[in-house]
């Protein structure tokens, strides 16, 4: 059964890069895409981007200027790193696979944005 | 991008409740809509894709429906473990979004 772990800071200031790692166990790394997603606190979910295993990506276009997502298959893991953060960039961060469908989750990491 | 449009953001339904929630896209996405339920302090967890189709393990009181534009996520009795906020999402298209969520309450 696939397994995502992740970390990574957790409280950053304005005009920092958020950066975040997602470690998949249990999964074939190579037959998937692999998605970042965020929920502001109490609000909704917002698709970030997806990669595969050759480094093959799609961003949402409201983001794409300030991320950038990398892919370490030696280690079977996979990076977010969002730059020039602010405080509406304050959101619980998610990983999960995709294959189109988003059928597997990590159990989130809440980065907060703050002077 | 295409605009998921949950038709309301809360309710309140009774235990054995028959319980509707629906889904409205921007424009035509064939049959690529999924639906996820978050409980509090949870990641989202899948529970239909393809419109209707019941991803694995899910109870069998779950069911979708609809095609192109207009969805349907239905409860047939609502038990006290679906407490929790249900998101449809589309995947028809680049970038892929969700309704903004309908909150289900137990009265």
């Known amino acids: 059964q696939v397994q995502l772990q992740q970390w990574g800071a957790g409280l950053l200031k304005p005009s920092e890069t958020l950066s975040l790692t997602c470690a998949v166990y249990?999964?074939?790394?190579?037959?998937?895409?692999w998605s970042w997603i965020r929920q502001p606190p109490g609000k909704g979910l917002e698709w970030i981007g997806e990669?595969?295993?050759?480094?093959?990506?799609n961003y949402n276009p409201s983001l794409k200027s300030r991320v950038t997502i990398s892919v370490d298959t030696s280690k079977n893991q996979f990076s977010l790193r969002l730059t020039s953060v602010n405080a509406a960039d304050t959101s619980v961060y998610y990983c999960a696979r995709a294959n189109r469908l988003l059928d597997s989750w990590g159990q989130g990491t809440l980065v907060t944005v703050s002077s | 991008a295409i605009r998921m449009t949950q038709s309301a953001s809360s309710f309140s339904a009774s235990i054995g409740d028959r319980v509707t929630i629906s889904c409205r896209a921007s424009q035509g996405i064939s049959s690529s809509l999924a639906w996820f339920q978050q409980k509090p302090g949870k990641a989202p967890n899948l529970l239909i894709y393809?419109?209707?189709t019941l991803h694995g393990g899910v109870p069998s009181r779950f069911s979708g429906s609809g095609s192109g534009t207009d969805f349907t996520l239905t409860i047939s009795f609502l038990q006290s473990e679906d407490l929790a906020t249900y998101y449809c999402q589309q995947y028809y298209d680049y970038p892929w979004t969700f309704g903004q969520g309908t909150k289900v309450e137990i009265k």
């Open positions: 249990g999964a074939s790394f190579s037959n998937y895409y």
């Open positions: 990669i595969n295993h050759t480094g093959s990506t």
């Open positions: 393809a419109a209707s």
